[in-house]
């Protein structure tokens, strides 16, 4: 019947749900599940390819969690304050997962958001994290609109309840549309998304975690930290799924 939502336990409900089960099942004959980060058929995402994620080991930056050659603060942190109070990641942005992360957000990848934020689990417990809320970048309404889905969404859906921590998805939001950062330079970055950012929840003192795909520069996660800190928030860290490699001037510092 039209309009009239169906109760779970009705024979009604029951019957969809053989349904839609059926109808994946005859799609995953008609176009078996791929590998998102070597095309083998079977799973989203194959074991081979979970083994070949890079981890992030120590030597990191004290501050922003970036892989440097020696210890302490990484030439970035040493000369320019962040709101930011630390940045974590799971793994390396390299191939397998940059693939798998393209695959994620470009072609309707949203069944791999489970198996990613499972790594983001395993991660979080490694590093021992803690927070009152997990918020997710948000992506500005026209893009969400042209992408049908937020991945960093997603991923902090997925990740809230494997790590007990509350999800405030809407907490933050984006007030002015910006450039795709992956066309930016570092500064260019940093302009691009300064001030895009609103907080639209009670973050008084609270402990909050932002959670998104990738950290390259960390402007994006800057600008929404520097957002929820002049809400009140007391201690804002970023933990993404992949963490861009050192470049050149980290090296050298
Ligand atoms: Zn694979
Ligand atoms: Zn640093």
Redo the contacts with the bound molecule.
């Keep these: 019947m039209p309009g009239r939502p169906i109760e779970a336990h009705t024979p009604g409900a029951r019957w969809l749900t053989q349904l839609r089960t059926a109808g994946r099942a005859l799609l995953d004959l008609i176009y078996p599940p791929r590998c998102a980060g070597c095309g083998r058929v079977g799973d989203l995402l194959c074991e081979i390819c979970l083994a070949q994620f890079e981890p992030i080991r120590p030597p990191v ?6 892989p ?1 050659p020696h210890e302490g ?6 000369h320019t304050p962040s709101p930011l109070d630390g ?1 974590a990641a799971a793994a390396v942005f390299a191939p397998p997962l940059r693939d798998v992360i393209h695959t994620f957000k470009y072609n309707n990848g949203r069944g791999l958001a489970t198996p990613l934020a499972q790594q983001m689990a395993v991660a979080w417990q490694q590093g021992e994290l803690s927070a009152d809320l997990i918020a997710p970048v948000p992506l500005h309404a026209a893009r969400l609109a042209e992408r049908g889905y937020n991945q960093s969404a997603l991923l902090a859906r997925a990740l809230g309840p494997a790590v007990g921590v509350p999800v405030a998805e809407t907490l933050l939001a984006r007030q002015r549309a910006t450039l795709p950062q992956v066309t930016l330079g570092a500064e260019a970055r940093r302009q691009n998304v300064s001030g895009a950012f609103v907080c639209r929840g009670d973050v008084a003192g609270r402990r909050i975690v932002l959670v998104d795909d990738v950290c390259t520069t960390g402007a994006t996660l800057e600008a929404c930290a520097a957002a929820l800190k002049a809400s009140g928030a007391g201690n804002v860290w970023a933990f993404t799924l992949a963490r861009a490699r050192w470049n050149a001037d ?1 090296r050298a510092g």
Excluded: E, K, S, V
Aim: net charge positive.
């Design positions: 930056c004290q501050h922003c969690g970036r440097i603060l990484c030439r970035t942190c040493q940045i980290d």
